[in-house]
């Protein structure tokens, strides 16, 4: 393993040979985490070549269960975000494509770095399994046309141990570590159609719209070499998604969208990536055809009863999704107030992360404890006419203390002008 990281620290390519040593000695335990650590900071360095980048993906994919999905019908569903804040996608996603009859299979992961999970936004609903046993998942599909489930044991472990690591190390932002941990996911979760929500911005890994082009352009390449239909979306992280940031909070937001209410953001970007789904499964002709059909089980009610069963099906309360305030219940209320008049001209992402994180929303250390009520909750957003006195926006705290961190953070959030400023536009690119 020595030789490997001072192979990887000086740039140098490692062979098929090397990573599957890596892989496997992760795995066993031979390999410490601290050697991991350093490889890992090397790569963040030095990169990987695009043929290195497939090696690892399909090491990774190989290094549990692979799901053979051909059970549920021919065209399964796939989609997945490289991460954001606010980005709560998943939970709208994909009930709305199951309530359209098409069968969603899955795995999610937990917050990673400033970035919130989908698989804590879940947990935040009381009882909701996450850890569901291969059988139980493709059961409840078979069933009711969708789960929802944390990574098995067995699905991925590679990923699973590296992601956890990458998580506490500063190694996450590197184009060949995401490429792999999300790419090898979908390989071994057996859809044969995958979308990708590829974010940049402040609030995103990618920074700006190229390194996000590149990160897409690889998973592409690599889904395809293994088979899949690919297309990556790639989305604005500029500001949060949507109004708010925290784990009950969002999931809370999701319920309102999947009502046909909630911000008009959240709902144009889900409307859009279940659209595309559609699109490559070859069952709408284009995307304003696919979210034409789909904004109908907004409307019906569907959508939100498909979700409402998943939850009863996993074992969630639905007590909470019915009273979804009860998912933002906390000690203490805080408000950020407008000192002047003007518009909202930025909402830097990255930093209302920040804020939410200060409440315990996320973790710094793997084993950390989350609180799952503490949250942000955004009145304002780009472009928002705002009078003094305003509350830009409301915080959710079970500390005193850490309420008012979180407010001090959260004011650095909003620049305001004079001028009225418009939001750049949600989807900046589609690589297919
Ligand atoms: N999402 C993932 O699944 N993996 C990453 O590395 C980043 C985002």
């Not at 065209?75 to 494509?97: R, Y």
């Not at 279940?274 to 055809?289: D, F, P, T, Y």
């Not at 959508?303 to 909470?320: H, L, T």
């Not at 009273?323 to 930093?351: C, H, I, K, M, W």
């Amino acid at each position: 393993m020595v030789d490997l990281i001072n192979k990887k620290k000086c740039g140098e390519a490692h062979t098929q040979e090397e990573i599957s040593f890596l892989i496997n000695g992760m795995l066993d335990g031979t390999i410490p985490d601290y050697q991991l650590s350093a490889w890992l900071m090397s790569v963040c360095f030095q990169g990987m070549t695009f043929d290195e980048s497939a090696i690892l993906t399909m090491e990774m994919a190989k290094s549990g269960d692979m799901l053979d999905l051909s059970c549920l019908g021919d065209c399964i569903i796939d989609k997945h975000s490289t991460g954001g804040v606010g980005d709560k996608t998943t939970l709208i996603v994909v009930p709305l494509l199951a309530a359209a009859g098409c069968p969603v299979a899955k795995f999610s992961g937990r917050g990673l770095g400033f970035t919130g999970g989908t698989i804590d936004k879940l947990e935040a609903i009381p009882g909701f399994r996450t850890a569901l046993s291969t059988e139980e998942f493709l059961s409840q599909i078979k069933n009711i046309g969708a789960a929802i489930a944390s990574q098995t044991a067995n699905f991925t472990p590679a990923d699973k141990k590296m992601y956890e690591l990458r998580d506490v190390t500063a190694t996450v932002n590197s184009i060949p570590l995401i490429a792999s941990s999300v790419v090898s996911k979908k390989i071994a979760a057996g859809a044969n159609v995958i979308v990708l929500d590829v974010k940049c911005g402040s609030g995103a890994f990618m920074k700006t719209a190229d390194e996000a082009r590149e990160l897409a352009k690889t998973m592409v390449e690599i889904g395809k070499r293994a088979g899949k239909t690919m297309c990556a979306v790639i989305t604005s992280m500029d500001q949060p998604l949507g109004n708010t940031i925290g784990n009950g909070i969002e999931v809370a937001e999701c319920v309102q969208v999947l009502k046909n209410e909630g911000p008009q953001d959240l709902k144009e970007l889900c409307l859009y990536l279940s659209a595309m789904g559609l699109v490559k499964a070859k069952k709408a002709r284009n995307i304003n055809e696919g979210k034409n059909y789909l904004e109908k089980f907004l409307q019906n009610g569907k959508a939100y009863e498909k979700f409402v069963e998943i939850v009863k099906y996993q074992g969630g309360d639905v007590e909470y999704i019915e009273n979804p305030q009860r998912l933002s219940e906390t000690q203490f209320a805080f408000e950020v107030v407008a000192e002047e008049a003007g518009y909202v001209q930025s909402l830097d992402a990255l930093t209302a992360a920040k804020a939410a994180k200060m409440l315990g929303t996320g973790r710094d250390k793997k084993d950390d404890p989350i609180d799952y009520r503490a949250g942000v909750l955004l009145n304002k957003k780009i472009g928002d006419k705002v009078y003094k006195g305003d509350i830009l926006a409301k915080i959710f705290a079970n500390s005193i203390e850490q309420g008012n961190k979180s407010r001090e953070i959260l004011v650095q959030a909003f620049k305001l002008s004079k001028n009225p400023t418009e939001p750049t536009p949600l989807v900046v690119d589609v690589i297919e």
